[in-house]
Structures are given as C-alpha cells and as structure tokens.
C-alpha cells in the first residue's frame, strides 16, 4: 500500500485526485491540505511515501517548499501535479528535484501508474514538458545563463543523440526517464527482468551516472524522450 498525501488549493481538484486514487486498492489517502502549512504539518507528521502537491497554493509557491518537506520526511517523493508548464517553473522545479513533474491535462489516471513506479525508485517528466526541458539544457549547455532562459525565453533546439550508446541502450535510458519500471522494460523488449537490470546497471555506468534520477536527467539533456 502506497501511503499518499495531496495537497492542493482547488477544493474540486483534492476530491477529484482522492476519488480516482482511493478507488484502487494501491492506495491509501492519509492526509488532504489546500496550503504550505498544511504540506508541512501532514509530510512532517504522517511520513508518506509519496506527496502530490500542486506548484501554485495559496499561501505561497510549492516548489520552494521541497528543500523543507525533504528535511522532515527525507523517504517522501515530492510528485508535482501542476498546470503550469512554463520555463521558469520547470527551470525552478528542476533545481528542487522533484521526484515528479506531471501536467494536470495527462490526467490522474495516467498519475496512478506515475505513483506506483516512483514508488518503486523511478522518476518521472512529463512528456508534455519534455521538448521544453531538452531546449533549456541546449541553451545552458551552451553557454546560456538560468536567469536568461526566465527573463527571455531564449531557447534552442536540443542536442543530437550522444554517440557510443547502442539502439537498446537509447531505448532503455528513454523509458527510464518516462517512469518505467524494471518490470515494464523488460516487458517492452520481451527480455527478462534480471537482463533489463543488467541493462541498467551497465546504461549507468556508462554514461557516468549514479541513480535513475540522474539518468533520465541525461535523457532530457539528449533530447531522449519521445514527444
């Protein structure tokens, strides 16, 4: 049972995100709050695996909030479920590292599948703001500063593929960054799991990355993901 706790100022969007969740068996809703002082008192105090928190509240900015929510509960994953899809608030979320960043418009039952594989250590960008992601880290990659990317959405195209990964390996590091878990690799290349593991494990250490946060990050960054 995955322990969940939303927090959302729109009172329709909390009941309509309880609803969908509450109705598989996955779930267990331990806390609803509308505000920062609610995400702090319920995180602190109930510990849940997963929070699902919107950017804008009413007392203030979510995302700011994580460094806070991490520190009082270091095993929550912090999902944002937003509507905003704009570089500064993926720039700023980015920086954060948010578990999650998924676009209210995918839907919440699309979200259900999201929680079970970052519960089960995987992360998750939405492919809705994937193109966005893969221009910001072009144009810092090239010289361009976070402060420029906010105040003149100077963006570029993203970077080609990097050589020495194989056919496969793109294929793996791709459904990584979109939240699959082990289970769904293999699956998708009809291979076992032990082999998609191994995938894995070899993926990281060649392109010089540690956990899956960091190598979906890498997919984003080669433009990876499809959109």
Do not use: W
Request: glycine share 10%; aromatic share 6%.
């Amino acid at each position: 049972m995955i322990k969940i706790v939303i927090i959302d100022s729109d009172e329709a969007e909390r009941y309509r995100i309880e609803y969908i969740l509450s109705s598989q068996s996955d779930f267990d809703i331990i806390g609803i709050g509308k505000d920062r002082y609610d995400a702090v008192r319920l995180i602190g105090g109930k510990h849940p695996d997963i929070v699902i928190m919107d950017i804008e509240l009413k007392d203030g900015d979510g995302i700011g909030l994580i460094p806070l929510l991490k520190s009082k509960s270091p095993n929550t994953s912090v999902v944002l479920f937003t509507d905003l899809e704009d570089e500064e608030h993926i720039c700023k979320a980015l920086v954060q590292k948010p578990e999650g960043y998924v676009v209210k418009r995918g839907g919440v039952l699309n979200l259900c599948r999201i929680l079970k594989n970052i519960r089960h250590g995987d992360c998750f960008i939405g492919s809705q703001i994937a193109s966005k992601v893969c221009s910001i880290f072009s144009y810092m990659e090239q010289g361009g500063m976070y402060s420029e990317i906010i105040s003149h959405n100077r963006l570029r195209a993203p970077p080609k593929t990097p050589p020495g990964i194989s056919g496969v390996e793109m294929r793996i590091i791709g459904f990584i960054a979109q939240g699959f878990s082990t289970h769904e690799i293999a699956k998708q290349l009809s291979i076992t799991n032990g082999t998609a593991r191994n995938y894995i494990s070899v993926v990281m250490r060649k392109v010089g990355v540690s956990n899956r946060s960091q190598l979906a990050l890498f997919a984003i960054h080669h433009g990876l993901i499809p959109v």
